[in-house]
């Protein structure tokens, strides 16, 4: 537990909103000090999502000093920007164990507090969850509830986002949307909306007029539901007309305040009161800088998106020296892209609003008229990627295995059905760490194996990642999936020649007579420290097969195994259900193969945060776990 500062002469009084709310107006700037300096202290030495929640704290006060929460409902797009709204519901003390194994969760969830209204760990979703909340509280009769969506973060990019708009303008609901514009996403955000985002205005004045006028008609009687929208819209066709622009909020009959200044929280405390009450949907812009308040985060808020350990003094970043090691998956992919581009000029990048962390960025870098970062919006991505290559091109489209999820109709229906050549990479496949369940990439085996026309592949190291990203982008590969995960491989000189692998192809790493083990992925790496173990300390021989390709399936490696073998193990850092281990399972029985099969992989259930190595342990499948299945029976 953190040792408190003494410096925190208001922040220390706060346990929950209901403490803020005894503060004067007078004293907000102050306690948004001392929040501020705390989130900076607490990131510096257990890091996690930093600069998105720097940028919110204003907002967060304000809201919680304005509404009354958690009966009011405050819906946050996405949950990074949160870290401020955690710390004044009740989990301050506790937030020293934020993302760690059994700690307080990554993002707001209602499993771990009533102040968190709605799962937020996917972008976009803030405005049809509220809008939801906001039409029940109305068929429940609780007129006194309000309900408020934050989205923001480059989130606003995302196609779910303007699904719930266009539904909030002709739904009857009193819902408020705060739009938190800070022009980035993890990345600088990208778009047109981004810029229309930065040239919007509109008159405060002119809004405080309207609002005090629209009271006074609707209780004189002159004014009702009906005749307010189309005097909504044709005061909005006036207001068009004189500022030579059209808004677009109010062009669907959502009122429109702002921009304001999101970091003046004395006078957005003002707005959300004179606002709060204000019947139909309602859209309240924000400017606000990413990493306020801390000069290296704003000057960089991409690589201060999530930075890890620093000198919260200095800013300096606390690193290691990694010259040693195996490098970064996403590293490999980056440069081995690259690499490919040069030799192929048919060959684009796509990536949705996350280049740096795919390393998308060193294609955008050598050669950025032919890599396309296209914001939050994984479907658009694919879609985007499938008319490229319908036309003759060869996209490497890179998602998160997770964030692909959002995009599998895209798949379906725009590259799989007409077997175009898109190559769609999944980084972050498999158990992902501190991020949680709602990114996890464990189910991509399991979703994409039934559709037809895709080849499903995940490379064992690096070596095989090169070799899987070249075979991709050879004439006729169709559409291409490659899987591998977060971190590091396992080969420090990872270089190698770009050779074609046979596709469907597996291999076997290594004889036995006892057991057979079926691996797909890095987790193969695992197994065979396991294998060697059992085989050393029990005597056993243990076959190892790689079977690198989940689709088309390695027949003649399935076959010699379940002719051979009594017994299979099935490895995979994917879902059991429906994964790697159902497709053996499948084969086995469609042949009349009776080997007893036991696969490892991720039970059925949400698996929580921690380190991938918690997690491994967790699930079964560290070295350990895997040991032990081997071993099974032969005590």
Same mark, same amino acid.
């Given at each position: 537990?953190?040792?408190?500062?003494?410096?925190?002469?208001?922040?220390?009084?706060?346990?929950?909103?209901?403490?803020?709310?005894?503060?004067?107006?007078?004293?907000?700037?102050?306690?948004?000090?001392?929040?501020?300096?705390?989130?900076?202290?607490?990131?510096?030495?257990?890091?996690?999502?930093?600069?998105?929640?720097?940028?919110?704290?204003?907002?967060?006060?304000?809201?919680?000093?304005?509404?009354?929460?958690?009966? !009011?409902?405050?819906?946050?797009?996405?949950?990074?920007?949160?870290?401020?709204?955690?710390?004044?519901?009740?989990?301050?003390?506790?937030?020293?164990?934020?993302?760690?194994?059994?700690?307080?969760?990554?993002?707001?969830?209602?499993?771990?507090? !009533?102040?968190?209204?709605?799962?937020?760990?996917?972008?976009?979703?803030?405005?049809?969850?509220?809008?939801?909340?906001?039409?029940?509280?109305?068929?429940?009769?609780? $007129?006194?509830?309000?309900?408020?969506?934050?989205?923001?973060?480059?989130?606003?990019?995302?196609?779910?986002?303007?699904?719930?708009?266009?539904?909030?303008?002709?739904?009857? =609901? =009193?819902?408020?949307?705060?739009?938190?514009?800070?022009?980035?996403?993890?990345?600088?955000?990208?778009?047109?909306?981004?810029?229309?985002?930065?040239?919007?205005?509109?008159?405060?004045?002119?809004?405080?007029?309207?609002?005090?006028?629209?009271?006074?008609?609707?209780?004189?009687?002159?004014?009702?539901?009906?005749?307010?929208?189309?005097?909504?819209?044709?005061?909005?066709?006036?207001?068009?007309?004189?500022?030579?622009?059209?808004?677009?909020?109010?062009?669907?009959?959502?009122?429109?305040?702002?921009?304001?200044?999101?970091?003046?929280?004395?006078?957005?405390?003002?707005?959300?009161?004179?606002?709060?009450?204000?019947?139909?949907? $309602?859209?309240?812009?924000?400017?606000?800088?990413?990493?306020?308040?801390?000069?290296?985060?704003?000057?960089?808020?991409?690589?201060?998106?999530?930075?890890?350990?620093?000198?919260?003094?200095?800013?300096?970043?606390?690193?290691?020296?990694?010259?040693?090691?195996?490098?970064?998956?996403?590293?490999?992919?980056?440069?081995?892209?690259?690499?490919?581009?040069?030799?192929?000029?048919?060959?684009?990048?796509?990536?949705?609003?996350?280049?740096?962390?795919?390393?998308?960025?060193?294609?955008?870098?050598?050669?950025?008229?032919?890599?396309?970062?296209?914001?939050?919006?994984?479907?658009?991505?694919?879609?985007?990627?499938?008319?490229?290559?319908?036309?003759?091109?060869?996209?490497?489209?890179?998602?998160?295995?997770?964030?692909?999820?959002?995009?599998?109709? =895209?798949?379906?229906?725009?590259?799989?059905?007409?077997?175009?050549?898109?190559?769609?990479?999944?980084?972050?496949?498999?158990?992902?760490?501190?991020?949680?369940?709602?990114?996890?990439?464990?189910?991509?085996?399991?979703?994409?194996?039934?559709?037809?026309?895709?080849?499903?592949?995940?490379?064992?190291?690096?070596?095989?990642?090169?070799?899987?990203?070249?075979?991709?982008?050879?004439?006729?590969?169709?559409?291409?999936?490659?899987?591998?995960?977060?971190?590091?491989?396992?080969?420090?000189?990872?270089?190698?020649?770009?050779?074609?692998?046979?596709?469907?192809?597996?291999?076997?790493?290594?004889?036995?007579?006892?057991?057979?083990?079926?691996?797909?992925?890095?987790?193969?790496?695992?197994?065979?420290?396991?294998?060697?173990?059992?085989?050393?300390?029990?005597?056993?021989?243990?076959?190892?097969?790689?079977?690198?390709?989940? $689709?088309?399936?390695?027949?003649?490696?399935?076959?010699?195994?379940?002719?051979?073998?009594?017994?299979?193990?099935?490895?995979?850092?994917?879902?059991?259900?429906?994964?790697?281990?159902?497709?053996?399972?499948?084969?086995?029985?469609?042949?009349?193969?009776?080997?007893?099969?036991?696969?490892?992989?991720?039970?059925?259930?949400?698996?929580?945060?921690?380190?991938?190595?918690?997690?491994?342990?967790?699930?079964?499948?560290?070295?350990?776990?895997?040991? =032990?299945?081997?071993?099974?029976?032969?005590?």
């Amino acid at each position: 537990m953190k040792t408190e500062p003494t410096i925190y002469s208001l922040l220390n009084s706060i346990s929950y909103p209901e403490d803020l709310r005894k503060l004067s107006v007078e004293q907000l700037p102050e306690i948004c000090k001392e929040l501020r300096q705390d989130i900076i202290q607490e990131l510096s030495c257990n890091p996690g999502h930093f600069a998105a929640s720097l940028g919110t704290v204003e907002l967060t006060v304000a809201l919680h000093y304005v509404y009354n929460t958690p009966y !009011d409902r405050i819906v946050w797009d996405v949950g990074h920007q949160a870290y401020g709204h955690k710390m004044l519901t009740g989990r301050r003390e506790a937030f020293c164990t934020n993302r760690k194994f059994k700690g307080i969760r990554p993002f707001p969830t209602p499993v771990e507090s !009533d102040y968190d209204t709605f799962a937020c760990g996917h972008a976009s979703n803030s405005i049809s969850a509220a809008l939801g909340m906001a039409v029940a509280a109305a068929k429940k009769g609780e $007129k006194d509830r309000h309900v408020v969506a934050v989205i923001g973060d480059g989130s606003m990019s995302g196609g779910l986002a303007f699904e719930g708009l266009n539904n909030a303008s002709s739904t009857t =609901n =009193n819902l408020l949307i705060i739009l938190n514009d800070n022009d980035m996403a993890i990345d600088r955000s990208v778009g047109g909306m981004k810029q229309y985002l930065f040239n919007l205005t509109t008159s405060n004045r002119y809004n405080q007029l309207r609002f005090k006028a629209s009271k006074m008609l609707f209780k004189m009687g002159v004014l009702n539901e009906d005749r307010r929208k189309a005097l909504i819209r044709f005061s909005n066709s006036l207001k068009s007309m004189a500022a030579q622009q059209q808004n677009i909020f109010e062009g669907m009959n959502i009122r429109y305040f702002g921009p304001i200044n999101g970091h003046d929280v004395k006078n957005l405390a003002r707005i959300l009161r004179d606002i709060k009450d204000l019947k139909g949907p $309602k859209i309240l812009h924000l400017h606000t800088v990413k990493g306020k308040g801390f000069e290296p985060a704003e000057k960089d808020p991409g690589i201060w998106h999530a930075p890890g350990r620093f000198d919260p003094e200095t800013g300096e970043r606390i690193t290691t020296d990694t010259s040693n090691l195996p490098p970064l998956y996403q590293t490999v992919f980056g440069e081995t892209l690259v690499e490919l581009a040069e030799k192929n000029p048919k060959i684009v990048g796509v990536t949705p609003a996350m280049p740096t962390g795919c390393s998308m960025n060193l294609l955008m870098k050598s050669m950025p008229d032919r890599a396309f970062d296209v914001g939050i919006a994984e479907g658009h991505a694919a879609t985007f990627s499938g008319g490229m290559a319908k036309e003759g091109m060869q996209p490497f489209c890179n998602i998160y295995s997770s964030f692909m999820q959002r995009a599998y109709d =895209n798949v379906i229906h725009d590259i799989a059905l007409l077997r175009l050549p898109v190559v769609l990479c999944l980084d972050r496949a498999g158990l992902v760490g501190e991020d949680g369940p709602t990114h996890h990439g464990v189910y991509d085996l399991a979703y994409f194996r039934p559709i037809p026309n895709l080849t499903i592949s995940s490379p064992m190291d690096e070596h095989e990642l090169r070799r899987l990203m070249y075979t991709a982008q050879l004439p006729d590969k169709g559409p291409f999936v490659i899987r591998y995960p977060r971190g590091r491989g396992v080969l420090v000189d990872w270089k190698c020649p770009l050779e074609e692998v046979p596709v469907g192809k597996g291999r076997k790493l290594k004889d036995g007579k006892d057991i057979a083990v079926i691996t797909i992925g890095p987790i193969g790496n695992t197994a065979a420290h396991a294998i060697e173990r059992a085989e050393a300390e029990k005597g056993l021989s243990i076959a190892h097969y790689d079977l690198r390709f989940l $689709k088309p399936l390695d027949e003649a490696l399935l076959h010699e195994a379940g002719r051979n073998f009594k017994r299979i193990v099935t490895i995979e850092d994917g879902t059991r259900k429906g994964g790697m281990g159902s497709a053996v399972l499948e084969f086995m029985a469609d042949n009349d193969y009776t080997p007893h099969v036991e696969r490892i992989g991720v039970p059925d259930a949400f698996i929580e945060h921690g380190t991938v190595q918690e997690l491994h342990r967790l699930c079964g499948m560290d070295e350990e776990g895997i040991y =032990n299945i081997l071993i099974k029976n032969e005590e």
